[in-house]
């Protein structure tokens, strides 16, 4: 099993160090090559990269807190039409969201948001609501009956225990929502190309069309543009993995 594993990997990895030994190849001497592409990388893609992550950020941070207060209302609250609600808000998840885009893109005409940064965000906040709410839901039902009676004797309303109690003890999920949207966002490409058409505004994935047509640039610009995601990777694994093993994913 590990020699698959091994192996698999190795495979995945192919494409990456290519890249990786194209972006040093180009320009000048040996010594220079590196400096030169990933320079024209830089120029190239940092208005892209600002611009992907203003969006992006914007989206993931409407994605936690729309999706982090419905999920503390589905697990705390009782309701009539409760299970029901809920039910019909997961089965969006069989949607494939290639069958919402030509309503969605309407929706936005009808707004007049075309060529706006809202036409990114609101949609994404919007496709990104079903996954938090289920992530968020299956692990505040987990937290102990006996916390929230405790802040109600002392006086504490929802919104209290929603903000001080529920949201700094699930950080973890919270990070799982946050690393998981921010990847799905910042690597959308067909959804940007369609509802933006200034250049100025373009995002990372579009942006990468207007690279230089030199390989070494090109390479370069590409690796570039993954440094957001790397360092989030870096930074926000250790809480993405102590999301998912506390329960996050549950079912």
């Not at 990997?9 to 010594?31: C, E, F, H, R, W």
């Not at 692990?139 to 916390?147: D, I, M, T």
């Not at 200034?198 to 390479?219: F, H, I, N």
């Not at 570039?224 to 930074?235: E, Q, R, S």
């Amino acid at each position: 099993m590990i020699v698959v594993l091994l192996i698999l990997l190795a495979l995945t990895m192919v494409p990456v160090i290519n890249m990786i030994i194209q972006s040093l190849d180009g320009k000048g001497p040996i010594y220079m090559r590196f400096w030169i592409n990933y320079s024209d990388g830089w120029r190239a893609m940092k208005r892209y990269i600002g611009n992907s992550l203003i969006v992006s950020v914007s989206a993931m941070v409407g994605v936690i807190f729309f999706s982090s207060l419905s999920g503390y209302v589905f697990a705390r609250h009782k309701f009539p039409g409760k299970e029901f609600l809920y039910l019909m808000i997961i089965s969006l998840l069989m949607i494939p969201s290639i069958f919402t885009l030509i309503p969605s893109f309407m929706i936005i005409v009808d707004l007049n948001l075309i060529d706006t940064r809202s036409a990114l965000i609101l949609p994404w906040i919007s496709s990104g609501q079903v996954f938090g709410i289920l992530v968020c839901r299956s692990y505040f039902e987990g937290l102990p009956e006996e916390v929230f009676e405790a802040a109600r004797i002392d006086g504490a309303n929802d919104l209290i225990l929603y903000a001080r109690i529920a949201v700094p003890i699930s950080w973890p999920v919270l990070a799982t929502v946050a690393i998981m949207n921010l990847l799905n966002t910042y690597n959308d490409f067909l959804w940007p190309l369609l509802v933006i058409r200034s250049e100025a505004k373009q995002v990372v994935s579009v942006g990468l069309r207007y690279v230089a047509s030199d390989w070494g640039s090109r390479m370069a610009a590409y690796m570039v543009a993954t440094i957001p995601l790397i360092l989030m990777f870096t930074f926000g694994m250790r809480y993405f993995i102590k999301g998912i093993t506390s329960g996050a994913l549950k079912a």
